[in-house]
Nanobody, 126 residues
């Protein structure tokens, strides 16, 4: 089970820290990704981190503003979001799977099928 938290309403330029807590399994062996759904669109991959934590990959729209990390001891993952923009508004999901997280590989939902959270709402106003 994955549970996201930390979603809130903030003004443009603000920051939020999303957390993804795993229970019932060890998150350490999995790559972790954050996705978001904006309106009625398909889920968009935002960031991923490999099982060892040494590789992080971001979609261009969030590079330099978002940071993904993981904590082995806490069995959690985090998405730090800075300088938020109105277009970052959406429901954010974390997912985990035995998938590669590589700079050259798009972050796709089809690569993350094993574990998904229920999502947390992020709303950014101007």
């Amino acid at each position: 089970l994955l549970v996201e938290s930390g979603g809130a309403s903030v003004q443009s330029g603000g920051s939020l820290r999303l957390s993804c807590a795993a229970s019932g399994f060890d998150l350490d062996a999995y790559a972790i990704a954050w996705f978001r759904r904006v309106g009625g669109k398909e889920r968009e991959g935002v960031a991923c981190i490999n099982s060892g934590g040494g590789i992080q990959h971001y979609v261009d729209a969030v590079k330099g503003r978002f940071t993904i990390s993981r904590d082995k001891a806490e069995n959690t993952a985090t998405l730090q979001m800075n300088n938020l923009k109105v277009e970052d508004t959406g429901v954010y999901y974390c997912a985990a799977d035995y998938s590669p997280c590589l700079e050259a590989r798009p972050i796709q939902t089809r690569d993350y099928t094993t574990h998904w959270g229920q999502g947390t709402q992020v709303t950014v106003s101007s």
